[in-house]
Structures are given as C-alpha cells and as structure tokens.
C-alpha cells in the first residue's frame, strides 16, 4: 500500500472521529436525506471545491461536475443529474461556475490535439466560434483567456435555461434560478456574471418550448 492511500484512509478515520466529537449524531442526521436548495454545475478541476468555496455543509449543494463546466444537451449524465436535483430535490438555484485559468478553456483556443477529449473540447471551440469577432479583438492573451472563462460560463447557463427539464420546472410555477459565477484561483473569490435567468422569456422566441 501506497503511502499516499494509506493517508487518505487515515485521514477519513480522523475526520470522522472530530466531527463525531463535535456532533454525535452528525451521520445519522446526514443519512436521513438530503433537500439542498443548490444544483452546483462546475469544472472537474481539482482546486475548484464547491462546498467550500461558499462554505456550505454536505446536504447542502447538489454537484455536477465535468471539464469546463459545460451544459451539452447530449450529455445524459448531466441531464440525469438536471432531472433528479430539479424534479426531486427541487433545488431553488442552479449555479454554473466557470472559474479562471481552466485548462479545458485554453485547450479550445488552441489546436493541439489532446486525445478523446478533443471530441469535449470541441463544445467549447462552438462558444469560441459565437463571440470570435470579440474575443479575437483582445491583444492581450491572458486577458483574452478569461474573457473567454466568462463568456464559456455564461452560455452554458442559457444552454442550460433551453434544456425541456428547467423550462417544464418554470411552466409548472416552480422557483427555479439560474446563475453563471467565475472563480478566482488566485484570490478565492467568485464573480457574479449578472446572469440570472428565471424564466424561458429571456430567451430567443425559437428556444421557448410550450407544453
């Protein structure tokens, strides 16, 4: 056995024994259900935490997470996810959170070929392509990149706000609200993108479906 595993199964044995010091009953209060009023949708980026970003307590946020942060309407592990946090745990807020410095996002804006993630990362290239005459516009490279962060963010919450699950949630009357944060690597905050849709009216006549 590894050291490094050992650790981590040291480590579990340690946390279990301080929370269970500090509330006796935490695991069987835990184990009872979960009703998180949060759907997180972020990147599977290892320095991007979303519990602890917004100091939450398990229970309290529902997560998905995948490179970049992306909403496909394909992905069905994404979609079941969607479906089971909106139609079951009826979640209030949907947040996707893009965050500074992601390697999917400036993997699309090159043209080295990675693996099988370049069939991912071509999602990510479509957002490129939408807002290329802006982006192309910013000389400065790093300055580009998180212009893209933001923007990639931001158009995964309307990809989000067309999926059949969120509109069939708002034409029931459900409180549902969709929002796009960045993440700052550097600092640890998170920058609301003022995207807060909570209703299909904010979208293009063509994507608002009637049931």
Known sequence: MSDFYKKILDNNKEWVERTLEKDPNYFKDLAKGQTPPLLWIGCSDSRVPANEIIGAKPGEVF??????????????????????????????????????????????????????????????????????????????????????????????????SKTSIVQAAWRSGQELTLHGWVYGLNSGYVTD???????????????????
């Open 63 to 160: 997560v998905h997470r995948n490179i970049a942060n992306m909403v496909v309407h394909s992905d069905m592990n994404m979609l079941s996810v969607l479906d089971y946090a909106v139609n079951v745990l009826k979640v209030k807020h949907v947040i996707v959170c893009g965050h500074y410095g992601c390697g999917g996002v400036k993997a699309a804006m090159g043209n080295d070929s990675i693996g099988i993630i370049d069939n991912w990362i071509r999602h990510i290239k479509d957002v490129y392509r939408l807002h290329d005459a802006y982006l192309d516009s910013i000389t400065n490279e790093d300055e580009r990149f998180n212009a893209f962060v933001e923007i990639n963010a931001k158009e995964q919450v309307f990809d989000l």
């Open 193 to 211: 993108l003022k995207v807060n849709i909570s209703s299909n009216k904010d979208l293009d006549e063509v994507y608002q479906l009637k049931f």
